[in-house]
C-alpha cells in the first residue's frame, strides 16, 4: 500500500509562471534553471514541459544532472553552472561555465584533440564571492577567446543575494558586469549572450536583465521578493496520509522529549511522514497541516518517519485522510513560504528537501 507521501507537481503552473516571467522581461530569452533536480520537482518532466513552452536553454548545477536530462532524450542547450567535466561536457554536447583558465586550456585540449569547437560561457566574480573570475577579467577573457577551439558564446555573473533586499550592491554587481560587457564589446568580441538576471533580478532590477535572464524559484511558483506582487503560482503540493488517530486524556505527553502535554482529552493524528521526508524537526509544535479544509497543529517533535497533529476540533476525520503540507484545501492554504519562515530558511531548501523524498505526481 502506499503509504501517502506526496509531491503533486501542477505543470500548468510552470506555463503560467513562465508567462509571468516572459511577461515581466518583455520575452527576453530565458536560461531556465533546472538544477536540484528542478528545485525538487523533477528536472526530466519540467524541463519537458519548459522546452514545450518555448524554453530554449537549460542550466544546471552538475555534469551528472546534465547527463540526466540527456538520457531523457532532451536536446536543447544545458548550461552546466559548476563543475564542467571535460569528457562528458563533449559527450553529451553540454555547454561549460568556466570560471578559471586552467579549466579554459583542458577544454580547449580536449576540443582540439576532437578537432571541434565547443560554446562556452565565463563568469565573473562581481561580488557572489563563489566562483568567477576576478582581478583583471577582460585581460582574461580576451586570453580565453583566443584558445583553439573555446567559442565564448556568453558571459554570466550571480548576485550575492537571492532576495536582492540591498540593491546598492546589486546595482554595484551590474555596473561592474556592465563594464566588462562594454569592454569586451569595445575589443570586438562577439559574445551573444551576457546574463546575470536570478529571480528577484528578474522582479526587481530590469536594468539587469541584459541578454537573457536565469529564472529559477519563480518557475515554481515562489518570488524571493518579499514586497512582491507577482502572480506566480506554486507547483508543488504536498499531502501526507494520517495513519492512525488516537483518542487520549488531558495530560498525555507527545513524542520524543514530552514537549507537548494535552491539555483536554484530545484527538491526535499521526502522520506518515517525518524528518526523513524533508519535513523540518524544527516544525516541531511549530507547523500547520491542513486536514478536512482547517488548518491543524503539530503537536510535539517531528520524528524520523511520523509527526503528530491535533485533530480534536475537526469532526468526522478518520484514518487515511489526507493532511496538506503545502497546498490549498477549502479556504486553506499553506505555502513553502510560510513554512520557511517557520523553519528560519528560505523556501528553496523546503522545496528541495521535500520534492527530493516525495514521491511525485505530475498533472
Ligand atoms: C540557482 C541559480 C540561479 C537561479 O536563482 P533563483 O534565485 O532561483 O532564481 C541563477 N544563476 C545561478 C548561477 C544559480 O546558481
Redesign the pocket.
Known sequence: MNRGFTAEIYLNAISHNLKVIKDISRNLPVIA?V?ADA?GHGAVKISGRLINDGVEYL?V?FTEEAKELRDAGINIPILV?FDPDAEDIFKYSLVPVISDKKTAVVLSKEAERRNTALNVHIKIDTGMGRLGLTGDPVKEILEIAGMKGINIEGV?S?FSE?DIKDESFARMQIASFNSVRKELLQKGLNIRLFHIA???A?EALPESHFDAI?????LYGYS?VLTSNSQLIPVMTVKAKISALRRLPAGAPISYGRTFVTKRESLIGVMAAGYADGLSRRFSNNAEVIVRGRRVSVVGRVCMDLTMIDLTDIEHVEEGDEAVIIGRQGNESIDAAELARRADTIP?EILTSIGYRAKKVYY
Not at 536565469?214 to 519563480?218: K, Q, V
Open positions: 534553471v538544477k528545485y542550466a548545477a553552472l554570466m550571480h537571492a536570478n529571480s528577484a528578474v536565469r529564472p529559477g524559484i519563480m524571493p528553496y
